[in-house]
């Protein structure tokens, strides 16, 4: 059974870091898409970074670009989200999923679901 866990969210100051875990299991890691988004009270849901098959490829949405990186450890099926310079608009559950068709911020394709972990950004 594919399993996907979130962890490292929290509250934090406008400015500060966070480092959010995926830890995936129940398939083989290799060649999937790894995805993060998040979705804010009372919006629609938001793709925030992708990485494909190892960091081969990753994609980030403009509105994150050169604040968070996307990562992943494969030794340990976990894929990582550091998010720095955090606004109060970051202020979202943030989901991880996997996909093994495409890797875009759209959501479509991602077969898996984790269940979120709260990243709340305080001014």
């Known amino acids: 059974q594919v399993q996907l866990v979130e962890s490292g969210g929290g509250s934090v100051q406008a400015g500060g870091s966070l480092r959010l875990s995926c830890v995936a299991s129940?398939?083989?890691?290799?060649?999937?898409?790894m995805g993060w988004f998040r979705q804010a009270p009372g919006k629609e849901r938001e793709g925030v970074a992708s990485i494909y098959n190892g960091g081969d490829s990753t994609y980030y949405a403009d509105s994150i670009k050169g604040r968070f990186t996307i990562s992943q450890d494969n030794g340990v099926n976990t894929v990582f989200l550091q998010m720095n310079s955090l606004k109060p608009e970051d202020t979202a559950m943030y989901y991880c999923a996997a996909a093994w068709l495409g890797c875009g911020l759209n959501g479509k394709g991602y077969s898996y679901w984790g269940q979120g972990t709260q990243v709340t950004v305080s001014s």
């Open positions: 129940g398939y083989t890691y290799s060649r999937t898409c």
